[in-house]
């Protein structure tokens, strides 16, 4: 019984010192003390946290540019980025990532990103915005100056003389009618852009002596324009045979029948006959090539005896022209034939220089707008590939799972896509706009120039 009491007091003792020591406080055990760069990694955090502040963004402005433009261009529009282009630096950027805090929003990397990688877009984007892809050829008819090819402007003065031997018949027809008619036949074919006049002389009066004195004083312009048939016409048959034959001064009145700012002249003297009224036409001739405008004169001698002819062409070599000697209402249209043939030929550069540079203009618009494409391209590209880098850089720095900078990849891939993708579609458009328009240029310069050709030809065969 004895021991059984002790060993209950035992007991009670063992449990009462349990009891005592479950009711104490449990000691924590002693935090690892922080590593100094621990330490000092919070510090920058916290002090960058504090001091960080988004950027502002800046744009280029447009001259010439008065639309409303799409987000992506404007957003194509921003200035480029510290370390884009050849200022990349691999090294430096991830330096600059090293400066952001850890606790930015996905928008906030994206453009930190792009303020340290953003290529330059803005002339190519100005280019494609300013783009003009029509093609007008600016070359004006023939023998009008153009700058490429150079044509001049031409005008045409034509001398009927009215002398009273001009009525005299050939073939059935009076040397007038004759004359009459291949002069309207060559006019009809003068350039449109050309101009031409038509001057008689010798027709006041008659061919008798009493009236010499105011017959070797007439001379007149009837027509001075661009050729229009009905006017010409009108004009032309006014012209009478009745007078003297006053070359000389015919020769110096057209001076007055030339346009300002025309480079070229030609003169033709339709006549049968040499000078009667005492003038000295050489002179006269040598008188108008020896102006600042570059001038011939040629002769078209209408059944002219050898004498005359020996001094018609001392007029015409002073006119730096040529003498033509024509005997019947034939001759004197295949003179004029050979007149059409040269007119022909300038239709035919006209054509040709219209075409090749429709051609020309239309490859350059080509080439500017390929060059501008590849150039957009290459760069979003490059933009796009460093952007990835600078990304995978952060993930690395910040290997949260759930950290924003592991978000980035689709926007930066989406961001650079988008930019490649519109400088294909512009590109293409514009480039496409170009030759559509160029090809048009050039048949309508094709197309209009063989049909000028085609109406000389008809002319020169007497269709």
């Known amino acids: 019984m004895k021991k059984f009491l002790i060993s209950v007091g035992l007991l009670t003792l063992l449990l009462t010192a349990c009891s005592n020591d479950d009711s104490k406080p449990a000691q924590a055990e002693p935090e690892e ?79 930190e990103v792009k303020y340290l990688l953003t290529e330059d877009y803005h002339e190519e984007l100005e280019t494609f915005l300013t783009f003009d892809s029509t093609i007008e050829v600016d070359i004006d008819r023939p023998d009008e100056t153009v700058n490429a090819p150079t044509l001049k402007t031409a005008h045409y003065a034509i001398l009927v003389d009215a002398s009273g031997s001009m009525a005299a018949k050939v073939g059935g027809k009076t040397r007038m009618e004759a004359a009459k008619e291949a002069v309207l036949e060559f006019a009809e074919q003068v350039p449109e852009n050309a101009t031409i006049s038509l001057r008689v002389y010798g027709h006041k009066g008659s061919n008798s002596n009493s009236d010499k004195g105011l017959s070797c004083e007439s001379t007149e312009v009837l027509y001075n324009n661009s050729f229009e048939a009905s006017g010409f016409e009108s004009a032309l048959s006014q012209v009478k045979p009745v007078g003297w034959t006053p070359i000389a001064l015919a020769l110096q009145m057209v001076q007055g ?92 550069e006209w054509k040709e220089a219209g075409k090749n540079q429709a051609f020309e203009i239309k490859e350059e618009k080509k080439k500017i707008a390929f060059e501008t494409k590849e150039s957009m391209k290459e760069k979003s590209f490059r933009e796009k590939e460093r952007m ?67 109406e000389t030809i008809d002319k020169k065969n007497g269709n």
Not at 56 to 78: A, K
């Open 257 to 348: 029948d030339i346009p300002e700012g025309t480079d070229d002249v030609v003169v033709y003297v339709v006549s049968d006959g040499i000078e009667t009224c005492d003038g000295d036409p050489v002179k006269e001739a040598k008188n108008l090539v020896t102006s600042d405008i570059q001038t011939v004169v040629n002769i078209i001698g209408f059944d002219v005896d050898n004498e005359g002819q020996k001094l018609l062409k001392e007029v015409a070599s002073a006119g730096n022209g040529e003498f033509t000697y024509v005997n019947s209402e034939q001759d004197l249209k295949k003179y004029m034939r050979a007149q059409y043939q040269e007119l022909q030929k300038k239709w035919f």
């Open 33 to 111: 003390p922080k590593s100094e760069e621990t330490k000092q990694e919070e510090t920058q955090n916290e002090e960058t946290k504090e001091s960080y502040t988004p950027r502002e963004v800046s744009y280029y402005e447009l001259d010439g540019v008065d639309f409303e433009l799409t987000e992506l261009e404007q957003e194509m529009l921003r200035h480029p980025g510290i370390f884009s282009g050849d200022n990349y630096d691999e090294a430096k950027v991830q330096e600059a990532l090293d400066q952001l805090p850890g606790d930015l929003t996905q928008e906030q990397y994206m453009e």
């Open 388 to 454: 990835k880098a600078a990304q995978a850089y952060l993930k690395e720095r910040f290997d949260d799972y759930d950290h924003p900078v592991r978000k980035l990849s689709s926007e930066i891939i989406d961001y650079g896509n988008a930019k490649r993708r519109y400088a294909i579609d512009i590109g293409n458009q514009l480039r496409r706009e170009a030759i559509d328009n160029g090809n048009r240029e050039r048949r309508e310069y094709i197309d209009e120039g063989n049909k000028k050709i085609r």
